[in-house]
């Protein structure tokens, strides 16, 4: 059983910058894909950004391209979101969901959150125009 728990939300200004962690525990994260999702109120939860068990490749949704960078640290069974350039629209809920983790490593990239085998609880990020 892998837990996942998301930090570093918060509230930011229209055009600034905040990182999200979510720390894994349990399983073996580095045989995990890993993978951000959000989801604001009244709507259905949606991709953001989702990275390889080696963290040398990665994948966004559109309207995140160029501003947010997902990144992972094995050693220390993390993975980040980096978000720049925030926009009010950004403003979600943000959870960080893991994909396998236990005894055969995922060589996969998923954008369907059907996919994933656990979530974290979420953090909030409020952007404010």
């Known amino acids: 059983q892998v837990q996942l728990a998301e930090s570093g939300g918060g509230l930011v200004q229209a055009g600034g910058s905040v990182r999200v962690s979510c720390a894994a525990s349990?399983?073996?994260?580095?045989?995990?894909?890993m993978g951000w999702f959000r989801q604001a109120p009244g709507k259905e939860r949606e991709f953001v950004a989702g990275?390889?068990?080696?963290?040398?490749?990665?994948l966004y949704e559109d309207s995140v391209k160029g501003r947010f960078t997902i990144s992972r640290d094995n050693a220390k069974n993390t993975v980040y979101l980096q978000m720049n350039s925030l926009k009010p629209e950004d403003t979600a809920v943000y959870y960080c969901?893991?994909?396998?983790?236990?005894?055969?490593?995922?060589?996969?990239?998923?954008?369907?959150?059907?996919?994933?085998?656990?979530w974290g609880q979420g953090t909030q990020v409020t952007v404010s125009s």
């Open positions: 969901a893991a994909r396998g983790g236990q005894n055969s490593r995922d060589y996969g990239m998923y954008r369907d959150y059907r996919m994933y085998d656990y």
């Open positions: 349990g399983g073996t994260f580095s045989n995990a894909a």
């Open positions: 990275i390889s068990w080696s963290g040398w490749t990665s």
